[in-house]
């Protein structure tokens, strides 16, 4: 969770947030916009503080926070708005860290094809068995709103992922 510079493979963050926006799903009228910052952890005197920036340039091992904008753009009040999120293919989701008030949220493990709450989903093995999905295996966030999103207001919702 700090800065680093140096060696390792360096990918632009621009790749990895183009990357969901151009995957994710939303009902007509709705935008949704996924925005990645690298998370810098400070320790002093055995208290952490946590501070973001732009995450221009990250490493292997580095800490994100994606914040999701989801946006009404009609003008008039929407009712059960539900968006999909995809999680970048380079990061792995960090479990238990999707948060959005006033949303139901579920998760796929199959590429968006399905999607329930955690202890529910699996993953299909080669051979034909299956076992319980990780956080490792989750492939898109899927946020419900249980309120209504009033005209030309957006909503949030985070997620933490970690640089493959």
Known sequence: MRLR??????LSMGVLAGLAAAQSVSPKGVEQR??????????????ARYD???????VGGD?????????NTTGRALDQVVV???????????????VGPGCDIDFSAD????????????????????RAA?????????????YELSGTS???ARFRAVLK
């Open 5 to 10: 510079k140096g060696a390792g493979a360096v």
């Open 154 to 156: 957006t909503a949030y």
């Open 111 to 130: 590429g968006g094809q399905s999607f329930g709450r955690p202890s529910e989903l699996t993953v299909k093995l080669p051979a034909g068995q299956s």
């Open 34 to 47: 996924i925005v990645g910052e690298l998370e810098i952890r400070h320790e002093q005197g055995g208290i």
């Open 63 to 71: 800490h994100l926070l994606y914040t999701v904008e989801i946006r």
């Open 134 to 146: 990780t956080a490792a295996d989750y492939t898109h966030i899927r946020w419900k709103l249980r």
């Open 84 to 98: 999909i999120s995809p999680i970048p293919e380079r990061v792995t989701y960090v479990a238990e860290s999707a």
């Open 52 to 58: 973001f920036a732009p995450a221009d340039h990250v």
